[in-house]
């Protein structure tokens, strides 16, 4: 019997599932995702980051502290992210 789905409720689509794949591999390769460190990449605005290392004092840019990116787009990080990474 198959399973029937809310008619509220649209299926995701295709773009949004490969972001959430994109972001479980990017979590499961040990990068963080989520909140920003003010102390990191200090120069560049944003509320969000995706960083390799957790554990670097403040930097200016990413050379300094290894991958890190900041910004307010979620779904542009880990698109952005990823590419730099797994691609």
Do not use: W
């Amino acid at each position: 019997m198959p399973i029937r789905q809310s008619r509220n409720r649209k299926p995701p689509s295709l773009g949004e599932v490969r972001k959430n794949t994109k972001h479980r591999e990017l979590e499961a390769a040990g990068f963080f995702v989520g909140q920003r460190d003010p102390q990191r990449n200090r120069v560049f605005k944003g509320s969000l980051m995706i960083c390799a290392n957790l554990n670097v004092g403040p930097t200016d840019c990413a050379k300094t502290g290894g991958y890190c990116i900041t910004g307010d787009n979620l779904a542009r990080l880990i698109e952005t992210a990823h590419d730099a990474n797994f691609t």
